[in-house]
């Protein structure tokens, strides 16, 4: 993460001067080819207003989505990371010779310590997780007692506060489980990077547009994986979005996730970043404005095409509030008519695919979308013919219902209370 972090400013010119690759070259001097120059750095370092905020789309990493079939999942975090070396040292001596109960073995003291972690994981958080990824063992012969064993400890957990009571653990079981055998120990933390949260109104806007777009409700998860997001986030208002990766094969050439989940990955990123501002929908003529807010209302753009003339829109609410205001100051007929254009749940619509994104999103949400033939032949016996139905009429006002679902989809589409998108 050397660009972002230089882009943000916590890398210099002093710390890239610092860096040297396997030609010994500076990062400035390996990178002067390609653009990068010290004299631009402070000129080029990133200016947050410039910026509404990042949305990183990213594989997962990690075998969980593929296995449980989610297809996309917000991510609400990004796990921090504390990272140590660990030195225990006992006594070398004969295989042989030396009884079990008289051995300061640093091997087998690192093997209690290793499986130890392994059980402090868990207890830290559901989402920590421990490694030791890397074992030097010493003199490393067959016949010889291990007297020197260093190894390193990678503790990952999406709060700080867990990796916090880690640090104290991993400590503690190592001292003691040292002191209970007769070894000594050195540790030392050579990384700590906080968990960083992701957004959390981003993060929602997220969830909302992936059901606007289709693809119904989505987990919501953490990565222990770093990302460049979590360098920016500190920044701009910052989220991420990921798609599965089979198997959780990463960084190697048998990485793969399906086009269909990348795909789904974008529509929902499009759906997001395309709303416009209410600055913008009121710079709107006509046609723009029914293009973009003709949908709110079930097949009847004719709301939105009265309530233009309503502008401007203070509010998300505001805007909400006029266009419900041009259903309730309409003939009965016009109200009638904009309760018979929603469709029948589960309907022939519905059979046929030819349901707007919105009624799909809320048909899904409320699991119709997964009914077997039985139960849809069921819910079609005991649906009301609205459009027939006189004690409908008497008992319902259809403006009212209209502004209930409209509401709805104002909420999930629009940010109520007012903010613009």
């Not at 990302?227 to 050439?253: I, W």
Request: net charge neutral; charged share 25%; aromatic share 4%.
């Amino acid at each position: 993460m050397i660009g972002s972090r230089a882009w943000v400013g916590e890398l210099g010119e002093e710390g890239l001067r610092a860096l040297h690759n396997e030609q010994d070259q500076t990062y400035l001097e390996a990178g002067k080819p390609f653009g990068v120059e010290a004299d631009h750095l402070a000129q080029n370092r990133i200016n947050p207003k410039q910026y509404l905020g990042l949305i990183e789309v990213h594989i997962e990493q990690g075998p969980a989505m593929w296995r449980n079939d989610q297809r996309l999942a917000v991510v609400r975090a990004i796990a921090g990371r504390r990272q140590y070396r660990i030195i225990i040292a006992g006594e070398a001596n004969h295989a042989g010779a030396t009884p079990m109960n008289q051995r300061r073995d640093a091997l087998c003291g690192a093997a209690e310590i290793v499986t130890s972690l392994e059980q402090l994981a868990p207890a830290l958080s559901p989402q920590a997780v421990a490694t030791v990824g890397r074992l030097v063992n010493q003199p490393n012969a067959i016949n010889v007692v291990p007297d020197r064993v260093e190894f390193t400890v990678d503790l990952r957990a999406p709060e700080d506060a867990a990796l916090s009571r880690g640090d104290v653990e991993v400590r503690r079981l190592t001292t003691e489980i040292c002191r209970r055998r007769g070894l000594t120990c050195e540790i030392e933390m050579t990384e700590s990077i906080d968990a960083c949260p992701m957004d959390a109104r981003l993060c929602e806007r997220l969830s909302s547009s992936a059901r606007l777009a289709g693809a119904g409700p989505i987990p919501v998860t953490v990565s222990g994986a770093l990302h460049d997001s979590a360098v920016l986030a500190p920044h701009v208002p910052t989220a991420m979005l990921f798609v599965p990766s089979r198997g959780g094969v990463s960084h190697n050439p048998a990485e793969f996730s399906r086009v269909e989940d990348i795909s789904a990955a974008a529509k929902v990123v499009e759906h997001l970043v395309r709303r416009p501002t209410l600055e913008q929908l009121n710079g709107m003529d006509k046609g723009e404005f029914v293009s973009v807010c003709g949908g709110s209302f079930e097949h009847s753009p004719w709301i939105a095409e009265r309530a233009w003339s309503r502008k401007p829109f203070t509010s998300v609410g505001d805007l909400h509030e006029k266009m419900t205001g041009v259903v309730g100051q309409s003939s009965t007929d016009k109200k009638l008519a904009l309760v018979r254009a929603h469709p029948d749940l589960v309907g022939r619509l519905a059979r046929e695919g030819k349901l707007t994104r919105e009624s799909n999103s809320e048909q899904a949400a409320a699991g119709l979308a997964t009914l077997s033939a039985d139960e849809i032949a069921a819910l079609n016996d005991t649906t009301p013919n609205i459009a027939g139905n006189s004690g409908f009429r008497s008992s319902f006002a259809p403006g009212k219902i209209a502004k209930r679902r409209s509401l709805r989809r104002f909420r999930a589409g629009w940010g109520i209370p007012g903010k613009p998108s």
